[in-house]
């Protein structure tokens, strides 16, 4: 490419003394030296215009939309804000609204594993909110009461030799059951003579709470037949108590009275299985 300023300089060396030969030397590399200069310019300004025109066809990075992105939008809700949720309450504390049962469901199977009315001296009452069950006293206390309880269910069967009972309560909540298990408990400590009767209490190793009963008896200071197994099993705000008496050895053969009373009580296991429609959450049996 000519140089811009050679027609003053051409001016200048024809007024000017002659140039030594390193003096011209150095100018024509001088010159060189910008021609360089002037030609990677032009070729760097080409390129850049090359890769602009590529990325402005292309989308720029990534092939995204020049256009500007949208603000963002806020969207403000016109409704009520949801109500926060309210835990429920602990099975201690629960009330009606929570959940808890207040009617023994229609066609409970109250009267599972009593015998059938099938003979003519023998009879079978209920299920029914009318019929009398555990009515007796333990020195001079009631057994039970249903003072409490918004709702009951009972069934007996008699015959010789062999009567057994079967008495739901069901309260307002599990404390009123409790208050009443505790209480016929308490009977039950307190009077592990009565009479004739001898009481033994044991643990029930049941749902939420429960015990049972083996009564055998004495007659004239002498080991006499018969026994009577009692269980008593509160599940959520119910409260079961299931009998069974019969001349079994009693007193007078403490070991086989302890087999006739573990087999009246597994007798009672279905029973007391069905206790779970009154837990708020399922029975671990």
């Known amino acids: 490419m000519a140089d811009v300023f050679d027609p003053l300089r051409t001016l200048e060396e024809l007024s000017a003394p002659p140039l030594s030969a390193g003096e011209v030397r150095r100018r024509g590399d001088q010159r060189r030296r910008r021609r360089s200069l002037v030609q990677v310019g032009m070729v760097t300004v080409a390129v850049f215009g090359i890769a ?32 926060p ?9 629960a009330t009606p609204a929570q959940g808890w049962l207040q009617r023994v469901p229609r066609g409970f199977a109250l009267a599972q594993g009593l015998p059938d009315d099938s003979g003519s001296d023998s009879s079978l009452e209920g299920p029914s909110s009318n019929v009398a069950a555990f009515d007796g006293t333990v020195c001079d206390l009631p057994v039970v009461s249903r003072d409490a309880a918004v709702d009951s269910l009972a069934a007996t069967y008699q015959a010789p030799e062999d009567s057994r009972a079967r008495l739901l309560l069901v309260f307002r909540d599990p404390a009123a059951a409790q208050a009443e298990l505790t209480r016929i408990e308490d009977v039950f400590s307190r009077c592990p003579v009565d009479g004739g009767a001898r009481h033994r209490l044991s643990p029930l190793t049941r749902r939420d709470a429960g015990w049972w009963v083996l009564t055998t008896y004495v007659a004239d200071g002498l080991p006499s037949l018969g026994q009577e197994t009692l269980v ?8 079961l108590l299931a009998s069974e008496y019969g001349e079994g050895p009693g007193a007078t053969d403490r070991e086989a009275a ?28």
């Open 232 to 239: 008593v099993n509160r599940v959520g705000n119910a409260l």
């Open 85 to 93: 949720s309210v835990p429920t309450g602990t099975a201690g504390a």
């Open 52 to 83: 602009a025109t590529f990325t402005l066809v292309a989308g720029g990075p990534g092939n995204g939309d020049l256009s500007p992105a949208p603000a963002p939008t806020h969207t403000t809700p016109t409704g009520p804000a949801p109500a």
């Open 258 to 285: 302890d087999q006739i009373d573990r087999e009246a009580r597994n007798r009672m296991l279905p029973l007391l299985s069905d206790l779970c429609i009154f837990a708020l959450d399922p029975c671990t049996q």
